[in-house]
């Protein structure tokens, strides 16, 4: 069992920059598909970007791609989501989770994901 803990959030104007960190203790993140999720007020939550096991592909929904970057340190047990050009629509309770098994298929699915974070707030200001 893998325990996830998010760091990173914050206030920002519209254009500006986050990195969001998932430290994670108990198990390796390799031995995991990883994934970001993040809701807002009022909504579902929502994929916003994957690693797979293997650290060889990422995966990103279309309303972050090309401004969001998922990674990871093998060596720190940790995972980041690099968020540049935010936006207002951005602003959103950002959470990491783990999947110990799970089709490329089911990446954007939260309910396919065993383990989770407890959130943090990012807010992004017009």
């Known amino acids: 069992q893998v325990q996830l803990v998010e760091s990173g959030g914050g206030l920002v104007q519209a254009g500006g920059s986050l990195s969001l960190s998932c430290a994670a203790s108990?198990?390796?993140?390799?031995?995991?598909?990883m994934g970001w999720f993040r809701q807002a007020p009022g909504k579902e939550r929502e994929f916003a970007a994957a690693?797979?096991?293997?650290?060889?592909?990422?995966y990103y929904a279309d309303s972050v791609k090309g401004r969001f970057t998922i990674s990871r340190d093998n060596a720190k047990n940790t995972l980041y989501l690099q968020m540049n050009n935010l936006k207002p629509e951005d602003t959103a309770v950002y959470y990491c989770?783990?999947?110990?098994?799970?089709?490329?298929?089911?990446?954007?699915?939260?309910?396919?994901?065993?383990?989770w974070g407890q959130g943090t707030q990012v807010t992004v200001s017009s």
């Open positions: 989770a783990a999947s110990r098994y799970i089709n490329s298929n089911y990446y954007i699915v939260p309910s396919k994901y065993d383990y």
């Open positions: 108990g198990r390796t993140v390799s031995s995991y598909t």
């Open positions: 690693l797979t096991r293997s650290g060889g592909s990422t």
